[in-house]
């Protein structure tokens, strides 16, 4: 349907190319959703270009520059930029339904079916349970919902400093009021449960939709030898996402690489 959309985050060219990887990945699975993605001001023109060819609409997002609530708001708040950003969805009021997923986020097979669930759905945040992680996300735009979660912001602030804090206060009755407002793990599966509960990986690993690079270390931090085809960087952090880091660079050096190339001739830009 051309009302729905898949939305993520750029703020800067690190988190691009994650957007890119995630964008290539939504196409390859053949996605009847648009593709949006929301930018912030310090991703370069080359970026842009890129982030073009896979999306269907890139949109500059300039909190500072906004003159509106969430300016005003943000003066009040300036630990929680980036969370004012990703609060921007709520404002695609022309898609009648969306799906918010992080730009560390690569899908493994279609997720279409997500729309048929409501706001705001999510998953368990495999730190803790009772709170949903908002890597991926099920919400209506509104600019009411948005004015609401502004008012919030400036009130309570974030209990982690981050949107995951906002979003798990304001929706605080998910993890009570309605289970089919709690998406399996499969679309929202971070590495963390490979260590944290190997067995649970072992039986239902396989059946993974999303894979989410949650955490401090991203796929964009590790090296890749494009011939040898393997990843170089924390051996220990990276063995503990295996396969799936591999399957974001394969994608990223088959799939990205060459818009690149394309779009800036023979000198990519990394
Ligand atoms: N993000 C961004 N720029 C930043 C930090 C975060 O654009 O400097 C966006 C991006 O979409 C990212 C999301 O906000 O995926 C949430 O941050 P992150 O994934 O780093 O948090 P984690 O999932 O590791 O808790
Ligand atoms: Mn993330």
Not at 20 to 36: A, I, P
Not at 90 to 110: E, G, P, Q, R
Request: glycine share 6%.
């Amino acid at each position: 349907m051309a009302d729905q959309a898949f939305v993520t985050l750029a703020t800067n060219d690190k988190y691009a190319k994650g957007a890119m990887v995630l964008g290539k990945s939504l196409r390859n699975h053949k996605t009847s959703k648009k593709l949006v993605v929301l930018i912030g001001r310090h991703v370069s023109e080359p970026s842009r270009a890129v982030l073009q060819t896979l999306y269907d609409e890139v949109r500059l997002v300039d909190v500072l520059d906004s003159g509106d609530t969430a300016h005003l708001v943000m003066m009040q708040r300036p630990d929680l930029g980036v969370t004012f950003t990703k609060l921007h969805c709520w404002t695609l009021t022309h898609y009648s339904k969306c799906v918010f997923m992080d730009a560390d986020t690569m899908v493994v097979a279609n997720i279409d079916e997500l729309f048929d669930r409501e706001e705001f759905s999510a998953a368990p945040d495999p730190g803790w349970p009772d709170c949903f992680n908002s890597g991926v996300f099920v919400f209506r735009p509104s600019n009411e919902t948005y004015g609401k979660l502004l008012e919030y912001c400036t009130e309570h602030g974030s209990f982690d400093g981050g949107d995951q804090g906002v979003l798990n206060g304001y929706f605080s009755d998910w993890a009570t009021a309605d289970i089919r407002k709690h998406l399996p793990f499969i679309y929202n599966m971070s590495s963390i449960a490979i260590y944290t509960y190997l067995p649970a990986f072992k039986q239902y690993g396989a059946n993974a939709k999303v894979v989410h690079f949650l955490g401090k270390t991203k796929p964009w931090s590790y090296t890749y030898d494009t011939n040898q085809r393997r990843v170089w960087g924390n051996v220990q952090e990276a063995s503990t996402h295996p396969g799936y880091l591999l399957e974001w660079w394969s994608l990223y050096s088959s799939c990205v690489l060459p818009l690149k190339h394309q779009e800036h001739g023979e000198e990519p830009f990394e």
